[in-house]
């Protein structure tokens, strides 16, 4: 499945991986599309087999805060949004970890991964022993091999605390260790500590991963103790290169024998509609992580042009354009103005040498405007290494547009070039400064 990996109307952020038995589930905050206020009253679980990274099903509501036709809620001390929860296994019992807006969190009990779970208790601390004044902002926990228990969290500065492994929501006293990450103000401000503690133990190191000030990416820090001091080493990926930037929240988790970095990034022209995303990672022997670009692949290794692609999995988008949703059925990209550029990575066009050309088909809403889609592979411009393999003239209307195209093979990156088709005189021209061209729904190119 591409990117976003979930059904493409769901919209699950702050995406924390964890592999329980032979499935990897996703925890993550709930989005709603066109809401304005980040998060839901409920948080949702998704899972998918080891065996087909393409098969995510939902588990349904494993916790809320408001009560709604077919659930209680599941606490009774808040009603505000949950935030950015994640969940660990301890001696055969799952453990929800939960940031309540503006409330005190809690902590739940499942048998089952899935959930749903049940209210064990809000976080028992002495009021020294706790930072971020014990709201536990964006709650990461770390179970080491030797049963002890570290929860990681914080706003703006980070935090830790060892929690007692018997009861999983008793801070114990005089734990509390803050700054683990240095996010004092001589730092740089990409390497300082914003926010999205989630911590791993990899190869014997401990992680922080998180986001920083530069709110975009997704960073990580490394230590020889759970308790810290962690180290910056680097970002691992960054949602706004070439795409509408908002904040980041993620983990990793290896799948199969292959690291993946999970993420979010944005829809609907807003930082309040998130949706989650996957890349492939690698760890190298010193530890470290190399940065990884945003791609349309998901878990796939190649995507295919010759079956129908829907607009809204590119993961490049400049020049005003962007993903929004117009029903359940229907998400296009919109606001396709002069000198946009929409781009996906990668496609596999195969090794079929015997042609010269082939047929490319795009469906677009018209916007009442004459325009044009240059059609690019590896780059979005021929100055940047890009080649034209063709163009299509976008009409007035509705419709489903066709070109033929120079014939491509092997695996390629691939752009649309938007140009807005103005009336030769000057005056003329003006009023058709800032016209959007049309919306993009789905394209496919024909052999």
């Not at 309540?100 to 809000?122: A, N, R």
């Not at 309040?272 to 940065?291: F, M, N, Q, W, Y």
């Not at 878990?299 to 949703?325: M, N, R």
Request: charged share 25%; with cysteine.
């Amino acid at each position: 499945m591409a990117n976003p990996i979930l059904p493409l109307w769901e919209y699950i952020p702050d995406g924390e991986p964890r592999q329980f038995g032979d499935r990897v589930y996703l925890y993550g905050s709930h989005d709603r599309q066109g809401c304005t206020d980040f998060c839901d009253y409920k948080l949702k679980v998704w899972s998918a087999p080891l065996n087909d990274l393409n098969h995510w099903v939902c588990h349904g509501h494993s916790f809320q805060t408001r009560p709604d036709t077919d659930h209680e809620a599941s606490v009774s001390h808040t009603d505000r949004e949950l935030y950015a929860p994640d969940v660990v296994e301890k001696d055969g019992k799952y453990y929800l970890f939960t940031y309540i807006l503006g409330s005190k969190g809690c902590v739940s009990v499942s048998d089952k991964p899935e959930g749903p779970f049940k209210l064990l208790s809000t976080y028992e601390y002495n009021k020294e022993d706790a930072g971020d004044e014990g709201i536990y902002n964006d709650i990461g926990v770390l179970v080491d091999d030797d049963g002890r228990v570290y929860a990681y969290y914080g706003f703006e500065h980070s935090n830790m605390n060892e929690l007692d492994g018997k009861s999983m929501y008793k801070v114990i006293p005089g734990s509390l260790k803050q700054h683990v990450i240095d996010d004092r103000e001589e730092v740089p401000v990409e390497e300082r500590f914003f926010e999205a503690s989630s911590p791993r133990k990899i190869n014997g190191k401990y992680y922080l991963i998180y986001s920083p000030r530069k709110g975009s990416r997704l960073a990580y820090a490394i230590s020889d103790s759970p308790t810290g001091p962690f180290t910056y080493k680097g970002y691992i990926i960054d949602n706004g290169v070439d795409y509408p930037a908002g904040n980041n929240h993620g983990s990793v988790c290896k799948i199969n024998g292959q690291w993946y970095v999970f993420y979010h990034r944005m829809t609907n022209n807003t930082i309040t509609s998130r949706r989650a995303c996957v890349e492939k990672i690698s760890i190298l022997p010193d530890g470290t992580i190399p940065p990884v670009e945003m791609t349309s692949l998901g878990f796939e290794e190649s995507l295919s042009p010759y079956q129908p692609v829907k607009a809204e999995i590119a993961c490049v988008l400049t020049g005003g354009c962007f993903v929004t949703e117009k029903s359940v059925f229907c998400r296009v990209i919109t606001n396709v103005k002069d000198k946009a550029v929409i781009g996906y990575k990668y496609f596999d066009f195969g090794q079929d040498y015997s042609t010269k050309t082939m047929e490319f088909a795009i469906k677009v809403n018209g916007m009442g405007c004459r325009g044009r889609l240059h059609i690019l592979i590896d780059a979005p411009t021929e100055e940047a290494g890009g080649k034209e393999i063709g163009c299509v003239e976008i009409g007035l209307g509705d419709g489903d547009y066709r070109a033929r195209v120079e014939n491509t093979c092997g695996r390629h990156a691939l752009y649309f070039r938007a140009e807005l088709a103005k009336p030769e005189n000057d005056w003329m021209s003006n009023f058709f400064d800032g016209r959007s061209i049309c919306e993009i729904e789905e394209f496919v190119f024909l052999k």
